[in-house]
Every structure is written in structure tokens, then in C-alpha cells.
């Protein structure tokens, strides 16, 4: 674990300190009571077992570089990782090929595409430009080591557990019910093949990135595996090194620019801080060198994004001062709590 004193030391990766830990405490509290009773947006219904889902369920969880953890809600509660799985099965693939094999072969470039697109594919003769988007994400999964399929689905399972601190497990039934509507997944996989971008059989490449996409995980999870890339590749619960520091900073570079699809511009502006939503209403916000939230809400805006999830990030981000455009004036203009304040007239459009 990290040391309390790291909080009076300047940070040289991000503007400020988070607030002490009473406080982060009382400011998630705020955040899930005022967001509890929110019920815009929708289930997703287009993998049949996300229909089945709890749309109440509310999610909280704040975890610190020096690995303390702060959570409202239903934080214990599990679901489907699905898109959130991206950026961690990046993050693998990169610690194996370094930053500019992801550059060339995957692409680093937002598409402004939804994610499930299969004209991201045709644009680019191939070239998927993007880890996040769908197309992407199965040429990354494509990437992962392993002499068989069966091989690579264990790297990716034991790679994520190690962001989260525990053995994550597949969820038979959401993977079962995702395989039976996978039809799209299944034609992009096909079209990456007749451009030569991936090595390996579609099929088998359908198979395990659902697989990755139906890991069972919570709010709690989520912060902590965050945590690890606010913590240059550290999980600061069991103190392994997961990934590098630069593995860390490039797979939050990637999520800055596309983390929350074709709204992740709005998603700047509003929040500032790199995140990851997935279909089952996860998302993972992190700010490097501070820490990471977790949120889970299974109610999702027309881009797939969690709404309340969304909410309470923006609050999370005004009150912790994590907005990593925010900067206090150097020298006695400085109040260091300038990046903290919530402007009512800013309420965030999300
Ligand atoms: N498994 C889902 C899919 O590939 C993940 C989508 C998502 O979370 N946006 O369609």
C-alpha cells in the first residue's frame, strides 16, 4: 500500500491531491442519493439476458491509489463487464506487442461510429482504427498470446483478475445468450478476415472475445481494476504489477479519445477524466495518479452508456476535482479547490 503522506506530496501527473477520505466518503454518498432515483434511459435489450437485468440496481465505488475504498449502493452486486473488457484486454495486448504494433495494427483514432459498426471496417480497407469500437476490440482480442483459443481466453481471464485483485468468472448464461445473437460480432470478425487483419479463425475469435464480454464483475471490481491504471499499471489492493506505467498511459490515452464511443467528446467536455461503459450499465472513470470510480446502472442513453452511471461520474469528477483540464493558478490565486467547484450552471448534459 501506498503511503498517506503521498497526499501532501505535489503530483506530477495530474493537477491537485483528492480530498481526504472522510470527505470522498460523504461525496459518493452525495452522489448515489442524488442520482437514485433517475430513471432515464433504457435496458439493453439486444443481448436477450441484459433485458432480465434490475434496472434499479445503483452502484458507487471510489477507490484511491493507495488502494482504500469507498462505495454507496448495490457495490457488491454482479454483472457482465462487456465493453469495459476493451480497454483492460488492450491494456494486455499491448504489455505483449508494445505501443506501436496497437498504433499500426489496431489503430489509436476515435471512428465516431457506434460500436457495433460494420462500416468502421469497410472505410478503412480493413483497418479498424479503433481498439474500443467492436472491429477493434476483436483485432485487439486477436492480438492476445496464446497457442489456442482455449489459451487465449485464459490469458484474458487471468489478466483482468489481476487488474481486479480476485478471480473473475465467466457468466455462462450471459455468454450463452450473447452467442445466440452474435451474428453482427460474427460478420465483423469475418470482414476483418477478408482484409487479412487478424491471424487467427473468426469463429474462435467470436468465441473468446464474448467470453471476455461476459467476465461477472461489480462496481467494487471496477474501481479497483481502474485504480491499477490511475496507478501506473499497480493494483493498489495487492500491490502487483499488472502492467507498465507506459501500458497504463497509453490504454488511458485510447479510452480519452473513444472510452464512451461516439459521445466520448461530449464526455471531455462534460467530465474529463478517461472511462469505459459497457451494455450490462458499467462504467470506469480514472483519474491517473489519484484513483478510479466505479458505477453500475443498468438504464442506458441511445449510445449504450449508463445515464445514471454517467451522472454520477460528472458529479464525482466536479466534487473530487479529478477533471484533468482543470488546473488552480499558480502562486497565491491558488485556493487548490478551484477544479472542485460545482457551478450549478454547468450542469452536465449527459
Ligand atoms: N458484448 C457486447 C457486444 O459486443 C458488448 C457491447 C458493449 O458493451 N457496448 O456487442
Not at 501506498?2 to 452525495?30: F, K, M, N
Not at 445468450?177 to 473468426?202: H, K
Not at 488511458?252 to 473513444?258: E, N, P
Request: charged share 20%.
Amino acid at each position: 500500500m501506498v503511503h498517506r503522506e503521498l497526499r501532501d506530496v505535489a503530483q506530477t501527473v495530474s493537477t491537485g491531491t483528492l480530498p481526504a477520505p472522510e470527505r470522498i466518503e460523504r461525496i459518493v454518498a452525495a452522489a448515489h442519493s442524488r442520482y437514485r432515483t433517475d430513471q432515464d434511459g433504457a435496458v439493453a435489450d439486444y443481448i436477450p439476458v441484459l433485458a432480465a437485468a434490475d434496472p434499479d440496481l445503483f452502484a458507487v465505488a471510489v477507490t484511491e491509489i493507495d488502494g482504500d475504498v469507498h462505495e454507496a449502493g448495490d457495490a457488491g452486486a454482479g454483472f457482465t463487464i462487456q465493453s469495459i473488457s476493451k480497454a483492460f484486454v488492450f491494456a494486455l495486448a499491448c504489455e505483449a506487442h508494445g505501443h506501436p504494433a496497437l498504433r499500426e495494427r489496431v489503430g489509436v483514432d476515435n471512428t465516431g461510429l457506434p460500436f457495433n459498426s460494420v462500416i468502421a471496417v469497410e472505410l478503412n480497407d480493413g483497418h479498424p482504427r479503433n481498439p474500443m469500437v467492436n472491429a477493434g476490440a476483436l483485432a485487439t482480442t486477436a492480438l492476445i498470446p496464446g497457442a489456442t483459443p482455449a489459451e487465449q481466453w485464459e490469458r484474458v481471464r487471468t489478466g483482468l483478475s489481476r487488474f481486479a485483485g480476485r478471480g473473475l468468472e465467466l457468466d455462462g448464461g450471459a455468454y450463452h445468450s450473447e452467442m445466440l445473437t452474435n451474428q453482427r460480432n460474427s460478420a465483423i470478425a469475418r470482414l476483418l478476415e477478408s482484409y487479412g487483419r487478424i491471424d487467427v479463425d473468426p469463429g474462435a475469435l467470436v468465441d473468446v472475445y464474448t467470453r471476455q464480454c461476459s467476465l461477472r464483475v461489480t462496481a467494487h471490481d471496477l474501481a479497483i481494476m481502474g485504480a491499477t491504471l490511475a496507478d501506473g499499471g499497480v493494483n493498489p489492493v495487492t500491490g502487483e504489477r499488472v502492467v507498465s506505467a507506459q501500458t497504463a498511459r497509453d490504454t488511458l490515452a485510447v479510452l480519452a479519445s473513444t472510452g464512451m464511443y461516439e459521445r466520448s467528446g461530449t464526455w471531455m467536455f462534460e467530465v474529463g477524466v478517461p472511462a469505459k461503459s459497457g451494455v450490462a450499465g458499467g462504467i470506469v472513470a480514472i483519474a491517473p495518479g489519484k484513483g478510479a470510480i466505479g458505477t453500475f446502472s443498468p438504464r442506458l442513453d441511445p449510445a449504450g452508456n449508463s445515464v445514471r452511471g454517467q451522472r454520477a461520474t460528472a458529479y464525482l469528477s466536479r466534487a473530487l476535482g479529478l477533471n484533468l483540464f482543470a488546473s488552480d493558478p499558480h502562486g497565491p490565486d491558488g485556493d487548490g479547490d478551484a477544479t472542485r467547484a460545482i457551478d450549478s450552471r454547468e450542469e452536465p448534459a449527459l
